[in-house]
Nanobody
């Protein structure tokens, strides 16, 4: 069964940290680039970070230097370490292949940055 499950979100104060996890079935992640995306209320979904199967990474300018994407291919899991969080990082975070497939979107995990 094709499945993506995101976890690790929550409520955090500005300047805080969270670590998101994405458990993907092997058919989704194996040999493919994976990415984290986010969608804030009233805005379009955007990619924040991506990682190739071999580990090369790319970050959106808005998160560069604060977020780190990584993956454990043996576990079919992708991570997003988020540091120095800002209120504008508030969104639902999703993982998917890069480029994304419409049938691979999971439920996402809510990240709220607020004092």
């Amino acid at each position: 069964q094709v499945q993506v499950v995101e976890s690790g979100g929550g409520l955090v104060q500005p300047g805080g940290s969270l670590r998101l996890s994405c458990a993907a079935s092997r058919s989704i992640s194996s040999q493919y680039a994976m990415a984290w995306y986010r969608q804030a209320p009233g805005k379009q979904r955007e990619m924040v970070a991506r990682i190739t199967y071999s580990g090369s990474t790319y970050y959106a300018d808005s998160v560069k230097g604060r977020f780190t994407i990584s993956r454990d291919n043996a576990k079919n899991t992708v991570y997003l370490q988020m540091n120095n969080l800002k209120p504008e990082d508030t969104a639902v975070y999703y993982c998917n292949r890069f480029p994304p497939r419409n049938d691979y979107w999971g439920q996402g995990t809510q990240v709220t940055v607020s004092s």
